[in-house]
Each structure stands twice: as C-alpha cells, then as structure tokens.
C-alpha cells in the first residue's frame, strides 16, 4: 500500500532550502552540471513535439505544475508563452521565482487538493516529474480532475513518469502508475492519449518495471558508469556522451527502460 501520510510540501521545502538548483529538484545523488542533460533532454523533447505537431506556444496561455527552481517557466517564457503561471508546493519556490520572473504569475497551491483555486483555464500544462510523487490514489485521481477544470477544449497535458505495463511503488515518496492506470482515469476525466515518447535509456537509472535481476544488472550497471558525476567536472562530461546515446537510441525505439513523455489532450466528456 502507498503512504498517504507522505507530507510532500515539507519535503521539497527541505530539498530546495538546502538546494535551489536543479540537484534540488532533480537527481540529488548527482551533480548540478549532470541535471543540466538531464533537464535539456525534457526541453529538446518538448521543443520537438510542438515542431512535430505544428503547435505554438507565443501568446499562449501555459500553466507549470510543480514549477521548483523555474527551469520550465524559463523554458516557457523563451517560446514567448503568455501568461505564464507557476504553481507549487512550497513557498521558497513562489518566493524566489516571483522575483526571477516577474513577467510570470506564482500561487503556492496543491494540484492534487480538492479545494484548488485557479482562475482561468490553459493552452498547455506541463507537469514534469510531479504525479508520481502523488502516492495516495484518491488525491491523484483528484489531481487529474483539478487538471481537466483548468483545461479548455484542445488544451495539451503534457506529463513525465514511467509508464510502464505496471503500477509500482519506489520509495515513499514515489509511484510509479501503468500507462493503463493513466488512460483509464485521463480518459474519465475528458482526455485522450495523443503521444508518448522515451526520454532517457543511460542518463537515468532504469525503472522497477522489468523483472528483479534485469532491474538490479541496470541499476548498478548506471551507478557504476556515472559514479564519478557526482561531481561538476566529470558530471558535464559524463553527462554529454550519455546525451548524445540517449539522442541516438530516441531515434531507433518507440519505449525506453525509463521516463517518457505523454502528452494528454482535452477532448471533453459526452
């Protein structure tokens, strides 16, 4: 059973007041220079659906859930999306990002809270690296109600997890749904799957989605083959030979062992 006493608010309160970077919010046992990949393989990948699809994002209404230390608001306000709001749990988030980006709009709320008060509705929502902290099911089926009210007919959800054959559970703090659990509960709520694409077969460490001996051959098999990215110097270059496998192999398999990217589209309920 998950813990649904996971308190995640005084969670990242502590990961970003120790660190307000992307080891922070992003892989802590690795360096900050190693994230910087890892976080530029999310945007190419966004950067390419919108290209793929034709989709613009200028004078676009966007919303990024789970906004951390703005590295997807920065993204956003690049592509010339406005307006930009920035939600998240903490306030140190709100605090410091109402000042980096005062073109932006910050709320500390809680997507998953049943009393989630947002005005208006969005073109596209990112949410990246946020719903599997959601443990509790009933709060995640929550979430996805908040995230259909704030959407208007055609709006995009574009979403990070595993997505696997499985639900399972990590840590505490961590679980991963099946991509069955998603469409299921998406699909109830007015959205259809539009695409899903792998983001990391080496950078990442694979999930608890293949059986125990294949899982445990490439988890220490990462560990050891980015040992030395714990710190900045050997992380940046570690960190772009990995890149450019994981760009090589994006090319060649439509499923990875890791992350992937969904894009959910609002199509209403009948």
Excluded at 38 to 50: H, N
Excluded at 195 to 207: A, E, H, N, R
Excluded at 210 to 224: H, Q, S
């Amino acid at each position: 059973m998950p813990d649904t006493n996971f308190d995640a608010s005084a969670y990242w309160k502590d990961r970003l007041e120790q660190r307000f970077d992307l080891t922070g919010v992003g892989f802590k046992r690795r360096s900050a220079a190693y994230n910087r990949w890892v976080y530029r393989v999310r945007t190419d990948l966004l950067d390419d659906l919108f290209e793929r699809h034709e989709w613009s994002s200028e004078g676009k209404a966007v919303l990024d859930v789970g906004c951390g230390t703005g590295y997807f608001i920065d993204h956003w306000s690049k592509r010339q999306a406005r307006p930009i709001v920035g939600v998240d749990v903490t306030e140190v988030s709100v605090e410091r990002l109402t000042e980096r980006f005062p073109e932006a709009e910050f709320e500390c709320a809680d997507i998953t809270a049943p009393d989630l008060t947002l005005n208006g509705t969005f073109d596209y929502i990112s949410v990246f690296d946020v719903l599997y902290h959601v443990v509790d099911d009933r709060r995640f089926e929550q979430a996805v109600q908040n995230l259909s009210r704030l959407c208007r007919p055609g709006s995009k959800v574009i979403i990070t997890d595993m997505f696997g054959e499985r639900t399972v559970k990590v840590v505490k703090h961590v679980r991963n749904r099946s991509l069955t659990s998603y469409t299921e509960i998406f699909s109830k709520k007015g959205f259809r799957l539009l695409s899903i694409t792998p983001l990391f077969f080496t950078l990442m460490p694979p999930g608890r989605l293949a059986g125990k001996l294949a899982y445990w051959i490439g988890t220490l098999g990462w560990e050891a083959l980015t040992m030395l990215a714990r710190w900045n110097g050997p992380g940046q270059m570690i960190g772009s030979v990995l890149y450019k496998v994981d760009s090589t192999l994006r090319r060649r398999f439509d499923r990875g062992p890791s992350h992937h990217l969904a894009v959910f589209e609002d199509v209403g309920t009948e």
